[in-house]
């Protein structure tokens, strides 16, 4: 009895010792929890460069006010101090991890292993930035909209900041650094019937604004036409529609809505019978960012074209390898050519334009993403309009015209939570989401990685309607952003 008793003991001994063991193979590719009181970014950070979406940085780092330290208790960020952060730490490809951020690193700051730590700070359900980490002394943050290349400068923290009273700093208490807010552009069919022939192809445009401070719900906002930010300012994008029999052109102009912009006279378009009609025909958007917006024009066939906000008036889009350079020339007209494969095997098609190939390029939105997409326009046999057929493009769409794409939840989990969902957006601050049926807006809060349990808001979408911009703003932008879209005519929305 007391031999059974004894080999016992020792295998629950040999159990236990084994349980302790670090079984290294588990952590590849999973969350790890950081080691109990210590903080894996702990000290001082000086912000050496501000990033660009290309990579290249500014001569100094005169835009970022303040230190960034790190304590287990404290986190600092610029004139704002957090207490109780929290961290985790998930190991990605580090292409892949820059690829989402649209941002193109340098080779003397790529890291030298494919894999890198990435370590996420929050505060009381905030979302505070994403660190990745290069070596021990250098990180690249994404705080507060911002790429910032940080460096070591001290393995602690101020002592004057791990003693100090947090009431001698602006807390997240007293801020509105935990605030988002979304301009939301959409694209809404004219008449009722979505299915009227007359009016397949025609849509007014409207921008609504979205926000909420601390999970809390501002007033929707609604105004006409598309209001958007720039780097000089906020800008509004108008679309004016002429119509001569069956003929429509549509009349872009965009301007700074600091700028006084008389109204547009109304003028009449006389077209004779069997006269060869002039313009740019008529014109759908599909994206409007800052600088570009993406069009489907119709002139006689339809094509795809990327506009540039300052030439929106254009007849002809930017070609591709302005935006891509060589390289994305290349993988696009390999798409291309496969597609064209497929064409050429169907005896039907009469001819097939090559024309102006590099122009004729959009973006389409899909599963919560925007994707290149390239168009082949052809005749086919006895046809009396010509047909076109979409392709994919394997490239992730540059930062120049799409500045913030990244979707914090996964696609799958927002599909479980609202099964007829068909777009959804979530904000830089990771508080914040908006998922799109075919007749709804619902806004969401975000809280510990998932929706909150019932919306915070439902806007009644029109049958067909479709976003075509998601402008955010954080913190302080916020309340700027509310106030310059209420300056420029919005109206509350009346639930």
């Known amino acids: 009895m007391h031999r059974a008793f004894s080999v016992l003991i ?46 290249n940085s ?72 994403e660190f990745m980490r290069i070596d021990e002394a250098k990180l690249i943050a994404f705080v507060q909209n911002k790429v910032l290349y940080l460096e070591k400068v001290s393995d602690q923290a101020d002592s004057s900041l791990a003693s100090a009273n947090l009431n001698d700093f602006k807390t997240n208490e007293h801020s509105n650094s935990g605030a988002s807010g ?16 007359a009016d397949n192809f025609s849509f007014t445009y409207q921008t609504l604004w979205l926000a909420i401070d601390n999970k809390k719900l501002h007033p929707v906002l609604k105004g006409d036409n598309i209001f958007f930010p720039r780097t000089s300012g ?27 912009v008389q109204e547009p006279q109304q003028r009449t378009m006389t077209i004779s019978r069997g006269e060869v009609k002039t313009g740019a025909g008529q014109k759908i ?26 030439k929106i008036s254009a007849s002809e889009g930017i070609k591709l390898s302005d935006l891509l350079g060589n390289n994305g020339l290349v993988a696009f007209s390999n798409a291309r050519a496969q597609a064209l494969r497929s064409l050429n095997n169907n005896i039907n098609i ?28 052809y005749d086919f046999q006895d046809a009396s309009d010509p047909s076109y057929m979409d392709f994919n493009v394997n490239l992730v769409p540059p930062a120049k015209l799409i500045f913030y794409d990244t979707l914090c939840l996964s696609w799958q989990y927002i599909k479980d939570r609202v099964p007829d969902a068909v777009d959804a957006f979530t904000s830089p601050n990771q508080d914040m989401a908006l998922v799109i049926t075919k007749t709804k807006l619902q806004v969401y809060s975000i809280r510990a990685g998932q929706l909150g349990s019932e919306p915070l808001a439902k806007i009644d979408l029109q049958t067909g309607t479709s976003v075509i911009m998601a402008e955010w703003a954080t913190g302080s932008y916020v309340d700027n952003w509310e106030k310059a879209f209420l300056a420029n005519g919005a109206d509350a929305v009346v639930k």
């Open 10 to 55: 020792i295998s629950l001994s040999l159990l236990l010792l084994g349980g302790c063991a670090n079984l290294s193979w588990t952590t590849a590719g999973k969350i790890i929890p950081p080691v109990h009181d210590l903080c894996p970014l702990e000290g001082q950070w000086q912000v050496i460069q501000e990033m660009q979406p290309n990579g």
């Open 285 to 310: 958007i599909d994206y409007v960012g800052n600088d570009f917006v993406a069009v489907e024009t119709d002139q006689g066939e339809n094509r795809l074209q990327v506009l540039p906000v300052d």
């Open 182 to 197: 979304v301009l939301v552009g959409l694209k809404i069919p004219k008449g009722s019937d979505v299915n009227d022939n």
């Open 58 to 129: 500014g001569a100094d780092n005169s835009s970022w006010e303040g230190k960034i330290q790190f304590t287990a208790e404290v986190a600092m960020l610029g004139e704002y101090v957090w207490s109780k952060p929290m961290f985790k730490i998930k190991k990605v490809n580090s292409s892949n991890y820059l690829m989402t951020k649209y941002l193109s690193l340098p080779n003397t700051l790529m890291p030298d292993s494919k894999e890198v730590e990435v370590i996420t700070v929050s505060s009381e359900e905030n979302f505070l930035g």
């Open 234 to 260: 906020f800008w509004e994008l108008q679309i004016r529609q002429l119509k001569e029999g069956s003929y429509i052109q549509d009349i872009y102009s965009a301007h700074d809505v600091s700028t006084k």
């Open 350 to 377: 009469t001819s097939i334009d090559n024309d102006g190939y590099e122009q004729n390029f959009g973006l389409i939105r899909k599963n919560g993403h925007w994707y290149l997409r390239g168009r082949i326009n």
